[in-house]
């Protein structure tokens, strides 16, 4: 879907002011030239469209930017870095309008890109309780030693209800805001 408002292109062209080569980069950060078009590219194409990123001159700003914070980061934490860098940059490639190298009105590529950003949060926030609720379950096993049957049946039901009620406020939550969405979209 293109565009005939001239701000975003004017907000694109301040991504494409600047272009590095993969040698450039790899000089400054000490490793090899495949190892910045490939290997670490990868990563930081996760955080921004590739549109932003690279063109046939070189590399971007925004992504000489993305490389030199992706060289500090430990193997261990790339994902999280992922999740961070996107949370931080969105307003970059948000604010442009363009999203997979689609330009789009302001609006749509804020929506898209906050969208994008919102579920990788999530996708790393979902991963942190699931590892958090293994250590819980471990340690459930020690206490459930130190309670009565009855006990933890109480426990058990309550937990059950909790966990009904907040998956009916989540899915009501999620189906209003669905159909007001989409009777905004029809009348519009």
Known sequence: ???????PLADR???AAARYTAQTIAQAHS???S????RWFEWISRVAP??????????????RSLFAEFATVDRRDRTAW???AKARYAHEWGGAGVIEGELMPDSVGNALALHQTHTSLLQHTTAQTLADLDALMGQLAVTEN??????LAAFQAAGRRRGALRFQVELQAELDTYSNLKQQRLQG
């Open 31 to 33: 490793v090899a030239e």
């Open 146 to 151: 130190d309670f009565s049957s009855a006990e």
């Open 50 to 63: 590739v549109a932003l990123l690279k063109d046939e001159r070189g590399y971007s700003e925004l992504a």
């Open 13 to 15: 062209s301040a991504h």
């Open 82 to 84: 992922v999740t961070d």
């Open 1 to 7: 879907m293109n565009s005939t408002d001239p701000r």
């Open 35 to 38: 190892t910045v078009r490939t």
